[in-house]
T-cell receptor, first 110, second 115 residues
């Protein structure tokens, strides 16, 4: 059964800290892994990863995929209060279907 | 502004009511999706339409009835819902089958409460 597990479920850190969010998966037909950020509204797209070992970066956020060990990490450096959100990991196992994890709720304390 | 607009933003209805959720995308995409997001649960895919054809019905009860009149519009018709159907309903769109390198884009959702 296709499955996506995120950890930790929640995380509270101080502004300026660096955080690492984890996503592991078991899927029968991997196509890509996606990270989304969800504040109070729509999940907004962050990264799509398809190849192992290639880091994707956007400002203070970066992500990498390990297809051998079946996991991905999302790093956020120098966190700010605006980074407080739920971070969702999803895996595309073909035919445009996404399987989501439960998300990591990140809270940044000023 | 994500390019995917959902209405209404909030909906409260009784178990015997009939209502519809609407989704419109302005991104020129060919695939549209309905998801259900309940507290402390992963997003659950409900329906997928690709070029207006339903390609996925993820074992959704018949009290939820989707409609996709064209590639830009998607509806979810609701009737005789149950309290456990209270959730955030998210619509998404993507380029479609032939562009797996493109992500899905989500609307802000409709917060549904069943009395």
């Amino acid at each position: 059964e296709d499955k996506v597990v995120q950890s930790p479920l929640s995380l509270v850190v101080h502004e300026g800290d660096t955080v690492t969010l984890n996503c592991s998966y078991e899927v029968t037909n991997f196509r890509s892994l996606l990270w989304y950020k969800q504040e109070k509204k729509a999940p907004t797209f962050l990264f799509m990863l398809t190849s192992s070992g290639i880091e994707k970066k956007s400002g203070r956020l970066s992500s990498i995929l390990d297809k051998k060990e079946l996991f991905s990490i999302l790093n956020i450096t120098a966190t700010q209060t605006g980074d407080s959100a739920i971070y969702l990991c999803a895996v595309n196992f073909g035919n445009e279907k996404l399987t989501f994890g439960t998300g990591t709720r990140l809270t940044i304390i000023p | 502004e994500t390019g995917v607009t959902q209405t209404p933003r909030h909906l409260v209805m009784g178990m015997t009511n009939k209502k519809s959720l609407k989704c419109e995308q302005h991104l020129g995409h060919n695939a549209m999706y309905w998801y259900k997001q309940s507290a402390k649960k992963p997003l659950e895919l409900m329906f997928v339409y690709n070029f207006k054809e339903q390609t996925e019905n993820n074992s959704v009860p018949s009290r939820f009835s989707p409609e996709c009149p064209n590639s830009s519009h998607l509806f979810l018709h609701l009737h005789t819902l149950q309290p456990e159907d209270s959730a955030l309903y998210l619509c998404a769109s993507s380029q479609g089958w032939d562009r797996p390198d493109q992500p899905q884009h989500f609307g802000d959702g409709t917060r549904l409460s069943i009395l």
